[in-house]
């Protein structure tokens, strides 16, 4: 059992990854160009594995992610006790508390690979050519094979 859900795991990090160096490799016209900031950053929005991400390409002067994404109108969510809880990217939103659906934040880091983010959203950093990839997690699609 605990073999399979590794097997699904491997899979889901192949196919994002696979997506990511084809969103990255070619620069299609659906980029979406948001802000008019001096720092670049890039997200990535995966909403289903059956779907192709869509990427932002983000301009900000805003110090961190969550500033910087607010700012855009790219994400909404609301203030808990353990911090930012993200509801809403790219006008899709997750529902926990009905169907346990939520957003995995990933940073894209050179020759390390897709990392958890080191801070909370509204401390982690923003750098020129950051890449963070905000993945749609839903109960719904853990158990496809």
Known sequence: M??????????????????????LASAEDDTNLLGTGKTHITIIVVTSVYDFPTDYEVYTDEGNLLDALLAVELLQGEEVSWGFNVTTV?????????????????????????????????????????????????????DWE
């Open 90 to 142: 790219g006008g899709i939103t997750a529902n926990y508390d009905d169907a346990g659906e939520y957003w995995e934040i990933l940073h894209f880091v050179p020759e390390e690979g897709h990392l958890p983010l080191e801070a909370s959203i509204a401390n982690m950093p923003v750098k020129d050519g950051d890449i963070f990839t905000f993945s749609f997690v839903s109960p719904a699609e853990e």
């Open 2 to 23: 605990k073999n399979v859900k590794t097997q699904k795991w491997l899979t889901l990090l192949l196919v994002l990854s696979l997506c990511i160096f084809v969103t």
